[in-house]
């Protein structure tokens, strides 16, 4: 064959390559990945669980963003991997659990090549780089490219809501699907805040959860508490409390599940 017939050849195949190459990564669906992981997890399928995390590991950082095209699908993403990845983790090694701080810290995730930390992905991308101490006022003073290309656009107070960490004092793990996760966020909310909020009428009292506390900027500091507490019928209409902070259990409580409409 000639040289440059060759040549031609060898660029089709090149091409012929490259391109089912690409198809076949441009099928893998990182979203319904995440839900494969979350069911495997939940299920103790961990033979599975371990083919979900190599696959988000391996995605493509560039298709990860391109799938993860609005603010709903990437809330339901990052929600949805920080509450796996804790149960994953801790449902195997619950002794991880004892040094909250590290297990916390630990870059023990990895997405799209990225080594990630559970602060990382909650406080680096789900809450907009907000620094961890700071009760939300302070925005973080060190943020990575990833985090930059892949950080919510807003803070979503709800969201804490619906992050689990594995203490007793979390909401309930759910799948959060990226079609109805507004109204997932608003029912979770509600669930929580029956729960672990109270009003005190004798002494005009509102007892708040403790993540109120922590994260107060992401609520509007105390006034915004109170005008969500209102709105969830926890304070009663035209009462302005003082606003108190329930303690936190620490508790480990796994298989801590629950379904959201």
């Not at 064959?1 to 060898?10: K, L, P, R, T």
């Not at 509450?83 to 997405?111: C, W």
């Amino acid at each position: 064959i000639h040289s440059s017939a060759m040549a031609v050849v060898v660029r089709w195949v090149i091409l012929f390559v490259l391109s089912h190459v690409a198809i076949g990564v441009q099928a893998q669906d990182y979203l319904e990945q995440s839900k494969t992981f979350y069911q495997a997890v939940k299920g103790k399928d961990f033979a599975a669980a371990k083919k979900s995390v190599a696959a988000l590991a391996a995605a493509q950082p560039d298709q990860l963003k391109a799938q993860l095209n609005t603010e709903d699908k990437a809330k339901a993403f990052w929600l949805n991997l920080y509450n796996t990845f804790v149960a994953y983790s801790l449902v195997q090694d619950p002794g991880q659990f004892d040094d909250r701080g590290h297990f916390f810290k630990n870059e023990f995730i990895i997405v799209a090549g990225q080594p990630l930390s559970l602060d990382d992905i909650e406080h680096g991308i789900i809450r907009h780089s907000r620094n961890k101490l700071s009760l939300g006022y302070l925005g973080k003073v060190s943020v990575s490219e990833f985090e930059k290309k892949f950080r919510l656009a807003e803070i979503d107070w709800r969201i804490h809501f619906a992050l689990n960490c594995g203490a007793k004092s979390c909401p309930p793990v759910s799948f959060y699907d990226w079609r109805r996760v507004q109204a997932q966020l608003d029912a979770g909310t509600a669930n929580y805040l029956k729960k672990f909020a109270r009003y005190d009428g004798a002494t005009n009292t509102v007892y708040a959860p403790m993540l109120c506390s922590w994260f107060r900027a992401d609520f509007g500091g105390e006034d915004g508490i109170r005008s969500i507490l209102t709105k969830q019928g926890i304070i009663p209409s035209g009462k302005s409390p003082a606003v108190k902070y329930l303690d936190y259990d620490w508790t480990l409580l796994l298989d801590n599940y629950a379904e959201l409409p």
